[in-house]
């Protein structure tokens, strides 16, 4: 190995991971077994529960038996059955099949946070109850300031933390500038 490739090996190794519910995780945990030191960093102070259920299937089932998650994911299956139209009376008039809304598996958005930090918490850090407030990139990384803890330094950054990511923002700008409405809402809720 010369030079200039153990200085590309040594370099790049400590990333800082915005967001603890699925991809952050799943990300640290890749990176850790590819010889990355991952830590995330989650706002809020504990693993969040709840959420939109997550559906597997193909490639994504592949993946999770990598990861040596395939059989606890499938413990904890929903196993979401066809959903029934009915109207004021009652009376169903139409079926939707279960394959239009899940995957080959769908398991709880909670669940699945809940699984992905055990497998990942002896080698990851977890800051939790904390946040990106700003980035300042130079030619040795990045440092991060964070709304609480105090400044550090990673080689690289990611944002996992969701559709309306602080970290993208900070990095690339306000999120105004890149948005294309599609015209398409939705509403999710437990009943």
Known sequence: MNETQNQTKTKNQTVLISGGSVAGPTLAYWLHRHGF???????APQLRDGGYAVDFRGEALDVLDRMGLLEGIRALDTEM???????????????????VFAGDLEVLKGDLTRMLYEATREDV??????????????????????????????DL?????????????LAFGPEEEFVRHLGIYTAIFNL
Do not use: W
Request: glycine share 10%.
């Open 37 to 43: 030191t991952p830590t995330i960093v989650e706002r």
């Open 157 to 169: 950054v990611v944002g996992a933390d969701g559709l309306h990511s602080k970290t993208r923002a």
């Open 81 to 99: 059955g066809d959903a029934a139209m009915v109207d004021a009376e009652g009376r169903q008039y139409a079926t939707l099949p279960a394959a």
């Open 125 to 154: 850090e977890y800051v939790f109850g904390d946040s990106i407030a700003s980035l300042e990139q130079d030619e040795d990384g990045v440092l991060v300031t964070f709304e609480r803890g105090a400044p550090r330094r990673f």
